[in-house]
């Protein structure tokens, strides 16, 4: 089985670090993300990945080149223009025409396993959405019905509702639905769930984080480095 790294977005959320890097290349414990994600991918039994590049993507062939230093095979599609996550994965279509596949965000980094979402796509689904239940970006405050403060909880995970984790598995026939420019989650994923043909594998106990701000780098150090 082949995965698909999203590696091709511009990161201004996170400038200065992405004024001279892309993304994808941002380090968390002396390691760029793209190396956390392809030794991730390697360590399933993933080892024939296709990295979706834009920015910048000179540094990123630098670092990955072949793949062979993390025991994988690499192969690379440029973007001369943004497409989007939609129009990058279409842009990546023959590369990608060979059977279902794994598609990762480029800011990304979990433990999760992404297996049983290949498992989810045998059984009629066009994908599988990898969630994880949102988690607050406050703290909680537990109170009675008196208005008695009972205790308080630090940044909780609220298992009521679910995120996109931004992996996911696809059969190729997602291909008939992508844009040639835009999102997969705002243009795709709406159609194939209103069809029925999207499916969810929730992970509960999961390391699981999205790289979008400055503070997101430090907590990862502490979450994954550690």
């Not at 590696?7 to 001279?20: I, N, Q, S, V």
């Not at 414990?29 to 910048?56: A, R």
């Not at 794994?102 to 045998?122: C, F, H, Q, R, T």
């Not at 949102?134 to 509702?161: A, C, H, M, Q, W």
Request: glycine share 10%; aromatic share 8%; charged share 25%.
């Amino acid at each position: 089985m082949k995965a698909a790294i999203l590696a091709g977005g511009f990161g201004k959320r996170l400038k200065p670090l992405t004024d001279d890097s892309p993304k994808p290349m941002i380090e968390i414990g002396g390691t760029p993300i793209l190396g956390w994600q392809i030794n991730w991918l390697s360590m399933h039994g993933i080892k024939d990945i296709v990295l979706c590049v834009g920015y910048l993507r000179e540094s990123i062939i630098k670092y990955v080149g072949s793949g062979e230093k993390f025991g994988a095979k690499v192969h690379y599609v440029n973007e001369e223009e943004p497409l989007g996550t939609g129009g990058a994965l279409k842009n990546a279509e023959k590369e990608l025409s060979d059977g279902p596949f794994v598609v990762m965000n480029g800011d990304i980094l979990s433990d999760l396993n992404p297996k049983m979402l290949l498992e989810a796509v045998k059984k009629g689904s066009v994908g599988a959405i990898a969630v994880v239940p949102l988690r607050s970006p406050f703290g909680i405050v537990d109170v009675d019905n008196n208005g008695i403060i009972l205790g308080f909880r630090e940044k909780p995970t609220i298992p009521e509702y679910w995120i996109n984790a931004g992996i996911y598995c696809l059969q190729t026939d997602v291909f008939k639905h992508l844009p040639k420019k835009g999102n997969i989650e705002s243009t795709v994923f709406p159609e194939l769930a209103k069809n029925g043909k999207l499916k969810a594998v929730k992970y509960i106990d999961v390391k699981w984080r999205s790289i979008d701000t400055h503070k997101d780098v430090e907590e990862a150090q502490h979450e994954f480095v550690a």
